[in-house]
Structures are given as structure tokens and as C-alpha cells.
């Protein structure tokens, strides 16, 4: 079968060998089971077609142990096969290496890009990596005249080594799923929660991430990308110094903070329509900068006239995305 | 000219002149499959267009017609329509409602009233799904399957949405109460519950799924409302809630409710079978009894929507070992059917074809449905095209396959008029051909990582998009061309006589096509098996004005 997808390729990992093992007997067993349905049904229905079998020809057969009993007994048997690589090929996913043997690297997913954190090398120095995927261009027609990217911003690992990642998401975030197609992987990222994958790349490429679990506007962008380097270029960079670290593309501008932590679905901005909360248009006239601040990270503390506090959870915010958020709010940048 | 229910009909309140008062506050059985049939195909394909706009901005990468909103919203709608508006009322609420009656002999539904209440309240769950559309921020855009926290922090309408899909679930569980009772208390007299024919049993099985099942949902949609409005904290994690947990309470209600589909649709396999092969059909207690252990195995398999969700591995293996369970009552099935065709006499007639490719269909949709029951496959290929294509081979290719094979068997019944069979049998095929064209291309663009509910892709996947569109354009053309059939067979077509297809079960035993208001003329008493055929001919034949039989 020819190999479509960059980087899907039958060897990328240590998975793929038994994960398309167990696909590939599943399906031919599988093909055996379907044509012993379909042809005695192709047969039957041109052996026995009307116009050639006469009334009293008809059969009165409506049991017969042994046939029930065999086909009854060699699906099972055939289940019981699937199940069996079923579960040793999820213990092999699920069945985390050592962390003493491992690389292990903190992986968030959020509306709609992947930020990876690596352990501090010898300096102390710590890689952070992430970024959104430059959307493609289109033109006015809508076809594509510049390819999508992910830029320098992935996941970096070196090649035959276990890389475990632990994964979450921010807890007022959705659920997102981090897919390796080449790897044959994927896993939830729950909010508020930690999941773990692991995966030992067997040679050295690049493979698509893609998040599979649907999360919003830009799900079909949030991709990620898993360079696998050799093993000496690999150290080479991760005990490089802080300017080393790929820089990514990872844009977070104000609406798109706006966006994600949901703030739309109560506060118009556009517009001066009132939906859960009061109208944003326009606020930047109203209020200065700290009381806006603190609306997001405190907003019981002073609601403005015609509303009720308790409504709105209080948002966390790092300082930076707070005062891009608050500028976002002010001036619609 | 003897009177039909198209002529005279009982109503819910008073004697309305008017055809369309009658109609409004009818409470006969047949009428109100019939509506719901109108309502129903009316939403269906509302949603098949959704679709096809879909498919036509997946045609090529980038967005050329719609942005990911846009697409969002459109997926959503295509998913609760067709899941809460057309395919859980389904075929219970059609040919449950049309047929079940007639074939234990009973004058109508246990509750007629509150059959007439039922379909009301089913309308209100549509207006409601429908005002969402046109209100606030536009319909939901969170999928049909509401996950949360995604849900709960939308600006979109999803609480319309879970609403109307509320009033839709209890709708289905007063339409289950109505069958079980029905099915319990007014079979004909003589007939035991084996000699019952398998669609009874299969809306039977279904009747206790919807009963039990339904409120599990409800109860789900309630808190997701109360979270959403009054800020409880159950699902979403910002508030100390669990996410998985909605995973677990939708699934308990929507993994039986694909058996909900699936069993009557089997029960239509299982009567076109042996009318279109002139014999009895094989293991009949084997088919009854795999329907029903299948609405059993089928509550505790729910888990398996979530292998990748974070749940505990040792639950994955339990919630994985048990779905295979549910795979070889099916399976067995597949088997009796084909073995009633041995030695039988077959006769292709359209309703006969659509069971035969629904069989490959169905079969293609089972097994790739066993794929990913497999949890270490499912890692790999849960919440791609391939699990998409799997479950739309078997509910399409499966469950509106068969509907439209009871559509095309129970016509002359329906309306005493026959349509062009040549004509319907071209539309078969250009539906089978498109089918397998728009759906078996995305089979292997799963496995090549294509993940669902993109609006945009990889450039490496646009050639199965491509295919697909092309199917798809074939499937909605061979569509329009089978209702466009229906239409001109029921306006134009022949008359047809009470028992066209040499049929054996008692729907067939009518004084008139279509029949009289009240059904039979007498209860008949049921001393025979449902399909008792001797060389090619039904052994039970009735006088239609006594019920007595007369072979």
C-alpha cells in the first residue's frame, strides 16, 4: 500500500510492526468471515432464482445443529483472537517505560496549539516549545496557494529512546486528543487532568500531529509536529543554551486569548447585545485598565449595575496573557 | 368501494369535517406512521443537504466555501438531526407504529391517545430543534454527542439543543412504554410470543431499550443544563466537575440506542427473507432470542467509546471483551438469513434487493466496527474517518438500508398501490453504487490519519475527499430518483391486492389495500408459526370477513 501521509510509514516506531500485525490479521480473518456470508448468499440467490426452481423443489431446512453450532463457534473462536491482540497491542501502548529511562516531557494542549516542556539540561536551561499552525493561504477563490505549516516549532526527541509525555490542559479548556498517525497513537488531554503516552521512534523524520478530539474553530489546524533527530545532533541542542531553544510561531494575540478562555460565550464584543454578561463593546471608554483586570481574575468583587455576582468564574491568567487580553478589551487588538 | 383509514379515522378530541383536523388529531395507528414517516423525511434530508455542503467544502484543502464555524455548526446539525429527529424514532415510530399493530392481529396500539400525544410531543422536540437555528447564536456547534466541557463553554445554542433533545427522548421512552404494553397485552389470541414474526420481536427488544435507556440520557442533558445555567459543578473541570463522567452517562444511553436502530431494522431483514425465498426461515427462536440478548449485552458495552479517554485499562479489557459479545448474536443472524435462502425459491423484487445489499453493507459495517473494538487498534483509529465510515456502513448501510427495504416491501400495504419496480430497482443500484463510493474511500483515509469533524485537511487526503463527493453526488441522485418513485407509484401507481408478495404474516390477511380503519375484520386466532410456507405458497389462508382459516 502506498504511503500517503508524510511520515506514515510501516517502521516509524516500535508500535507499528505489532499494530499492523494485529490490523492486518483482523482484517483478512475478517474478509474470510464476510465472503463466507456473501458468496453462498451470491449462489443461492442465482442457484435458486425463481424462474428456475419449481414449487415442490423447495427446501423445508429450518435447523441444523452442527452448521449452527460451527458457525457460532469459529466466530468466537475469531473474536477471542481479536481480543487477545487488542489487548496485548493497548499493554504495549499503555505500559509506560521507566521515567529513569526515559525522556519525559509535559505536553499542553489548548484551543488550538501544543506546547511541549522539557526537564532543565545541564545549565538549567528550560526548553519550551509550542506554537499554532500557520493556517494556508488561500486565495479569493478559497484554493491554497501556500501550503500550511508548523514552522520550527515541534517536538523534538532523539531516535530509540523512550519519550513519555505527560499531558493536560488548562483546567477552563476543552478536551483535546494528541494523534501521531505514523506512530498509530493517540491519547485525550482532559482538562485538569494528567494523561500519559509514550512512544520510541525508530527512525529519524518528521511526523504530523494532529488533535483528534473536537475542540472548537480551529481543531482542523491544531496540528503539532514530532522531529526525531539523531541521537548526538539531538544532544547537541538540547544542551544548548536558551537562544537555541526553536523559538516557534507561537502567536497569542488578544482575541485569540478572547477566544479560548470562552469569554464570548457571555460577553458580546462586537456588538452591543447582552447575553450572560454586559456588552465588551466599547469598555475601554468606560473603565481603565486595572478594574478590567481585575473583572477577569476577580469578578465578584465589583459588578457593575443591572448584574449579579456568582456568574462568572474567575479566570487565572499569566500577567503577560492578562495584559494582552485587558488590551485586547480596550482597543479590539 | 369499501372504506380505508385514507377515508374515515378515529380522532383524539370530537368529529373534525375538515381532512386536514382529522389528520392533525388522528389517533389511528397507520396515520400517525405516517406522519411521522413525512416529518421524518422532510429533517432527513435537510441533513443529507448539510451533508452534501460538507462534503463539498471538503472537496479540496483550504476553505472555499465555509469557515470552520460554519462547517462546525453544519456537522452538528447533520448529527443531531439525524441521530434525534429521524434515526431513534426511526423505524419504530414508522413501521412500529404501521405494521406492529397488524401483525399480532390488534385493532391498534394499546394507547392510542397517547400515541397521538407521542408524535405531538416528537413535533415540539423538532420546533424546538429548529428554533435553535434562527435564535441567539445559531445552532449548537459542539457535535451531536455534546461532550463536555466543550459544550458548557460554547457561545452557540446548545441549551435549545439539548432541550429538544430531551423532549425527543421522552417521546421515545412514552412510544416504548405504548409497544411493550401493546405487544404484551394485545397479540391475537393462539399467538405466543414464538409465534410472534421477528419485527414484533425486534421492536419488542428495541421497546425495553427505550424504556430504560432513555432516562439515562435525560438525566445527563438535565445536568448539563443545570451546569450550564446555574453553574453546579458536575462535568466541567473549571468547576471541580469530571468530564469523562459525561462520557460515561451519555454513552449508557447512546451505545444501546444503536441496538435501538439496528434491532427492528434486523426484524425487517427477517421477514423479507423468508417471504422472498418461499420458506420458513431458519433458526427462527435463534434470531428472536439474539435480539433480545442483544438489547442486554448491549447496556454494558458503553465503555468503548471511551479506550482513549483516559479510562482505567483494566476497564478497557472488560468494556472490550463484552463487545465482541454483542458481535456474535449478530453474526449468527447474518448466517440464518443466508441459510433460509438455501434451497428456497428467491424472487429479486426490489424489497428483496435492498435486503441482499444491505446484507453486504451491514456486514462490511459490522466488522470494521470489530476493528475498533480491538483497543489497541482503536488508539489508533478512534475519532477518524474510519470509525466515521464505520458507522455510517451500519446505520446508513445498515439501518436506513433496511427501513427503505420495509419502505419499498410495505408500500402496496401503505397506500394499496404499486410502484414501477424496474424504476425502484435502478434507484437501488445507483444508492448502493454512490454508497459504497462515498463512504469506503474514507475507510482507508482513517488509516492513514484523517481525523473527523475537520473542516480543513492535509493536502495528502484530498483524493478519497474527491471520491467521496462523487459518491456522494451518485447516493443523493439514486435518493431523490427512489422517493420521486415512491411518489409517482403512490399518485399513478397500480392498484395493489391485500397480499402482492405471497406473504405468510398477518398484515397480509386484510380484507382490503389499504386497509379499513379498524384492521382486521375479526381478531383472528393464531394457531400457526409467522412463516409457514408449503411449497412456495402460504399454508394459512383466511376468510377475510370471518378470520376463519379456510386451508
Known amino acids: 500500500m502506498s504511503n500517503t501521509l508524510e511520515g506514515f510509514s510501516s517502521s516509524a516506531s516500535t508500535f507499528n510492526a505489532d499494530m499492523d500485525f494485529a490490523f492486518w490479521m483482523h482484517i483478512w480473518v475478517s474478509v474470510a468471515l464476510f465472503l463466507s456470508v456473501v458468496v453462498p448468499m451470491f449462489y443461492f440467490a442465482w442457484k435458486y432464482r425463481a424462474d428456475k426452481v419449481k414449487n415442490e423443489e423447495i427446501g423445508t431446512l429450518t435447523h441444523h445443529t452442527a452448521l449452527e453450532i460451527t458457525w457460532t463457534v469459529i466466530p468466537i473462536i475469531a473474536v477471542m483472537f481479536f481480543f487477545y491482540y487488542g489487548n496485548t497491542t493497548m499493554k504495549m501502548f499503555r505500559t509506560m517505560p521507566a521515567e529513569s529511562q526515559s525522556i519525559v516531557i509535559d505536553v499542553e494542549g489548548s484551543k488550538w496549539k501544543w506546547k511541549y516542556e522539557y526537564p532543565a539540561n545541564k545549565a538549567g536551561h528550560v526548553h519550551k516549545i509550542g506554537g499554532v499552525y500557520k493556517k494556508p493561504t488561500i486565495d479569493e477563490n478559497g484554493k491554497v496557494v501556500e501550503a500550511g505549516s508548523m514552522g520550527i516549532s515541534a517536538l523534538y526527541v532523539p531516535v530509540n529512546t523512550n519519550i513519555i509525555l505527560k499531558m493536560t490542559a488548562p483546567v477552563n479548556d476543552v478536551i483535546h486528543s494528541y494523534y501521531v498517525p505514523a506512530f498509530r497513537m493517540k491519547e485525550d488531554v482532559v482538562p485538569g487532568r494528567t494523561t500519559k503516552q509514550w512512544f520510541n521512534a525508530s527512525k529519524v523524520g518528521e511526523y504530523d500531529v494532529e488533535c483528534a478530539e473536537y475542540c472548537g474553530t480551529d481543531h482542523s489546524y491544531m496540528y503539532s509536529k514530532i522531529v526525531v533527530m539523531e541521537k548526538d545532533a539531538y544532544e547537541k541542542w538540547f544542551e544548548g543554551a536558551a537562544e537555541d531553544t526553536p523559538k516557534g510561531n507561537f502567536a497569542k494575540d488578544g482575541k485569540a486569548l478572547y477566544a479560548q478562555n470562552g469569554c464570548a460565550s457571555c460577553h458580546s464584543i462586537d456588538s452591543d447585545a447582552t447575553l450572560v454578561g454586559p456588552s465588551l463593546k466599547g469598555i475601554g471608554s468606560k473603565y481603565d485598565s486595572q478594574y478590567l483586570s481585575d473583572a477577569v481574575t476577580n469578578p465578584d468583587k465589583d459588578v457593575p449595575e443591572g448584574f449579579y455576582p456568582g456568574i462568572m468564574p474567575a479566570f487565572k491568567l499569566s500577567p503577560e496573557d492578562l495584559a494582552t487580553l485587558v488590551k485586547y478589551m480596550e482597543t479590539g487588538k | ?551
Open chain 2, 1 to 551: 368501494m369499501s372504506k380505508s383509514y385514507f377515508d374515515e379515522t378515529h380522532c383524539a378530541i370530537g368529529h373534525p369535517k375538515s381532512t386536514f383536523m382529522q389528520w392533525m388529531l388522528t389517533i389511528d395507528h397507520k396515520r400517525i406512521g405516517i406522519m411521522y414517516a413525512a416529518v421524518m423525511f422532510t429533517f432527513f434530508f435537510v441533513a443529507v443537504f448539510t451533508a452534501l455542503a460538507m462534503r463539498i467544502e471538503l472537496f479540496a484543502p483550504g476553505g472555499q466555501y465555509m469557515d470552520g464555524d460554519t462547517f462546525n455548526q453544519a456537522f452538528t446539525l447533520h448529527g443531531v438531526i439525524m441521530i434525534f429527529l429521524f434515526i431513534i424514532p426511526g423505524i419504530p415510530a414508522v413501521f412500529g407504529n404501521i405494521v406492529m399493530p397488524l401483525m399480532i392481529g390488534a385493532k391498534d396500539v394499546s394507547f392510542p391517545r397517547l400515541n397521538w400525544f407521542t408524535f405531538w410531543l416528537y413535533i415540539a422536540g423538532c420546533c424546538i430543534a429548529l428554533a435553535s437555528l434562527f435564535i441567539g447564536e445559531g445552532v449548537a456547534d459542539t457535535g451531536w454527542t455534546f461532550y463536555a466541557p466543550y459544550s458548557l463553554n460554547t457561545g452557540t445554542n446548545v441549551i435549545m439543543a439539548l432541550v429538544a433533545a430531551f423532549v425527543l427522548g421522552m417521546a421515545s421512552i412514552l412510544t416504548g412504554l405504548n409497544f411493550l404494553v401493546t405487544i404484551h397485552r394485545l397479540r391475537a389470541p393462539g399467538m405466543t410470543f414464538f409465534k410472534m414474526p421477528l419485527f414484533v420481536w425486534g421492536i419488542y427488544a428495541t421497546a425495553w431499550i427505550q424504556l430504560l435507556a432513555t432516562p439515562v440520557v435525560g438525566i445527563t442533558l438535565i445536568l448539563a443544563i443545570m451546569e450550564k445555567y446555574f453553574g453546579i459543578g458536575i462535568f466541567d473541570p473549571a468547576k471541580g466537575g469530571d468530564p469523562v463522567l459525561f462520557q460515561h452517562l451519555f454513552w449508557i444511553y447512546s451505545h444501546p440506542a444503536v441496538y435501538l436502530m439496528i434491532l427492528p431494522a434486523f426484524g425487517i431483514m427477517s421477514e423479507i427473507i423468508p417471504t422472498f425465498s418461499r420458506k420458513e426461515i431458519f433458526g427462527y427462536r435463534t434470531i428472536a432470542l439474539s435480539s433480545a440478548s442483544i438489547a442486554g449485552i448491549g447496556y454494558l458495552v458503553w465503555g468503548h467509546h471511551l479506550y482513549t479517554s483516559g479510562m482505567s485499562d483494566i476497564a478497557k479489557t472488560v468494556f472490550s471483551f463484552l463487545t465482541f459479545f454483542v458481535a456474535i448474536p449478530t453474526g449468527v443472524k447474518f448466517y440464518d438469513w443466508v441459510a433460509t435462502m438455501y434451497k428456497g425459491k428467491i424472487v429479486l423484487s426490489t424489497p428483496m434487493i435492498w435486503a441482499l445489499g444491505t446484507i453486504i453493507t451491514f456486514a462490511i459495517g459490522g466488522i470494521t466496527g470489530i476493528t475498533i473494538t480491538m483497543i489497541g487498534l482503536d488508539i489508533h483509529l478512534q475519532d477518524t474517518y474510519y470509525t466515521v465510515a464505520h458507522f455510517h456502513y451500519a446505520i446508513l448501510g445498515g439501518v436506513v438500508f433496511l427501513m427503505f427495504a420495509g419502505m419499498h416491501y410495505w408500500f402496496p400495504l401503505v397506500t394499496g398501490k404499486m410502484y414501477n419496480e424496474t424504476k425502484a430497482k435502478i434507484a437501488f443500484y445507483l444508492q448502493f453504487v454512490g454508497f459504497n463510493l462515498l463512504w469506503f474511500p474514507m475507510f482507508i483515509a482513517g488509516y492513514y490519519g484523517m481525523p473527523r469533524r475537520y473542516f480543513d485537511y492535509l493536502p495528502e487526503f484530498e483524493i478519497y475527499h474527491q471520491i467521496s463527493f462523487f459518491g456522494a453526488l451518485i447516493f443523493i441522485a439514486g435518493l431523490i430518483y427512489m422517493f420521486w418513485v415512491f411518489f409517482k407509484g403512490w399518485t399513478k401507481g397500480e392498484a395493489a391486492t391485500p397480499n402482492p408478495w405471497n406473504a405468510t404474516t398477518l398484515e397480509w390477511h386484510l380484507p382490503t389495500s389499504p386497509p379499513p380503519l379498524e384492521n382486521h375484520s375479526k381478531v383472528p386466532y393464531v394457531d400457526f408459526d409467522p412463516y409457514e410456507y408449503h411449497q412456495g405458497e402460504p399454508v394459512v389462508k383466511f376468510n377475510y370477513e370471518t378470520m376463519q382459516r379456510i386451508d
